[in-house]
């Protein structure tokens, strides 16, 4: 048999002790920190567009893609991919992440731009960069983490505006639009770096 008094006592104690201290973390818990959720880290590239990681810039038979307006070309502040066979044969082709990373913007941009999409990534050194895909015709996915070649959009012509194709850029930190869709061509390019040679440079390669 129990005893009434001890009972009694007891659950005067312990309400006591609840009150001075308060929750008391379950075993192994930390009640000063919450613990930081892991960063996806982009740790190889690939290309956002055909069916393989790789492609040339070329317009040749290795692949369907060339690269129809370079990095810097008449101020270009990207690189604007089309398929070998020309026109709108391009439009609704897949775009693909680059690599991993956490989208930060996807709508429609307005005139010049239709829909866009960028991604930051982090790469093995804490460094972080910008990828944006712009022209879209259809935007696939608009927040959260992607995994490097999963399946983000549609090529696009925005909104009538140009033949179908894949408007890439690539931007570090200290881009002037960094965080924002920007104008797509400028003089002034400090801060961005050229698409292709950026991938080719971190890809995986093939064994």
Known sequence: MFDR???TTT?????????????????????????????????SFAYPISPTEFVTQ?????????????????NHLGEDWNKNSGGNTDCGEPVHAIANGVITYAADAGPGWGNVITVTHTLPDGKKVQSL?????????????????ELIGKIGNANGRYLCHLHLELRERDASDWDKVGGGYSDESSGWV??????????????
């Open 5 to 7: 008094r001890f009972t």
């Open 11 to 43: 659950l005067v104690c312990l309400s006591a002790l609840s009150f001075a201290c308060g929750t008391i973390p379950a075993s192994g818990e930390d009640s000063g920190t919450v613990a930081e959720e892991p960063v996806l880290v982009a740790d």
């Open 58 to 74: 070329a317009k040749d038979k290795k692949d369907e893609w060339y690269n129809a307006l370079d990095f810097r070309e008449d």
């Open 133 to 149: 895909y712009g022209h879209l015709q259809e935007i696939l996915k608009t927040s959260g983490e992607v995994k490097k070649r």
């Open 194 to 207: 050229d698409p292709s040679d950026f991938i080719d440079e971190r890809r995986k390669q093939e064994r």
